[in-house]
């Protein structure tokens, strides 16, 4: 895991978020272990992950840039010593010289196991360890402790988010794991493995995987809020007497109808069939209408054209549609 996550994406602490989102894709379309069986690539492609996670929230990029958390976004601990805390003013474990036996600063520290009333010690296992017991010393009790959790980005194409589905990711562990996506994931959202992260010491669970999602971008459907819009090619004889066309929709093909005398850039819209939204009802899509001209102009709908405009000629951008002069 590298030290430096600006370094592991190659950009400059200054950067823009903007920036440091398109370095990360930059190394994902590359060094993705779907795409590049290198195990370089792969610990690159580790790195700029855990970096793009770091450093999209803002407030953990600012934590670390001031110095509170470490590159794995976990806190910085004071650089304090045993010794230090031993024969602090205060402590009832103090001693004067001798530090053979910190079984009771651990118990008084972690729980020692047994239940001793609300908020008492709890008793531990002897010798947590191994052998003889911390540093050799008899009586050190061991401690359960949970598993860290592992955070990851997850890129995933725009209609696997939006409709829900598997994808399929690698671990850096290199095991293969299932990810159920819901439906309407946003962009940002996170998805937790439970049980998918660093494994536990002593009697204590593994701890979670997270995955941060991005929502690639697609050139047919955009996304605003729970709302999603499309671009669909209408002929000039549809625009011109209306029509009754196909227009795809996240649940299939639906028949959308064309008002006579539609323009490009008219929006119709389509109730529920945008995105699931968090109480469970759903956005509608709004599709932009856009007229395509034929890939050869004959001359027969030339002539038609002229003879049309002698009669019928007029300027849409003296009058805006729908507005005045």
Do not use: C
């Not at 309407?184 to 941060?212: E, F, H, N, S, W």
């Not at 119709?268 to 395509?292: C, K, N, P």
């Not at 001209?293 to 009669?311: I, T």
Request: charged residues 30%.
């Amino acid at each position: 895991m590298a030290d430096d996550p600006y370094a592991a994406l190659g950009v400059a602490k200054t950067a823009s978020e903007a920036e440091i989102k398109k370095a990360y894709r930059r190394i994902a379309k590359t060094d993705h272990p779907d795409l590049n069986d290198d195990p370089a690539a792969h610990d690159r492609f580790k790195a700029a992950s855990a970096a793009y996670d770091l450093l999209k929230d803002a407030d953990q990029r600012a934590r670390f840039d001031r110095g509170e958390i470490d590159a794995q976004g976990q806190e910085r601990p004071q650089r304090r010593y045993y010794r230090d805390f031993s024969e602090g003013a205060g402590n009832p474990y103090r001693t004067e010289a001798n530090y053979g036996d910190f079984s009771d600063v651990f118990a008084d520290l972690f729980g020692d196991g047994q239940g001793g009333g609300q908020g008492g010690p709890r008793r531990g296992r002897a010798g947590g360890f191994g052998g003889g017991g911390f540093g050799g010393a008899q009586g050190a009790r061991s401690f359960d402790m949970r598993g860290q959790d592992h955070r990851y980005t997850l890129e995933v194409d725009f209609l696997t988010a939006a409709r829900g589905g598997t994808t399929r990711i690698t671990l850096p562990d290199g095991h293969s794991l299932d990810v159920q996506i819901p439906a309407g994931t946003r962009d940002g959202q996170t998805i937790r493995l439970r049980g998918k992260g660093g494994p536990g010491m002593g009697g204590g669970g593994p701890g979670d995987a997270l995955l941060a999602v991005t929502v690639a971008d697609d050139p047919d459907w955009r996304r605003e809020g729970d709302d999603i819009l499309t671009t669909l090619p209408i002929t000039i004889d549809e625009a011109v007497l209306g029509a009754k066309v196909e227009a795809q929709t996240l649940d299939g093909p639906v028949k959308l109808t064309v008002p006579r005398g539609a323009s490009s850039g008219q929006k119709l819209r389509l109730r529920g069939r945008g995105l699931a939204g968090s109480g469970g009802t759903r956005g509608d899509q709004h599709v932009e209408l856009r007229i395509v001209m034929p890939a050869r102009v004959d001359d027969e709908l030339a002539s038609f054209m002229e003879r049309w405009r002698e009669g019928h000629a007029y300027d849409p951008r003296a009058t805006p549609r729908g507005g005045r002069p």
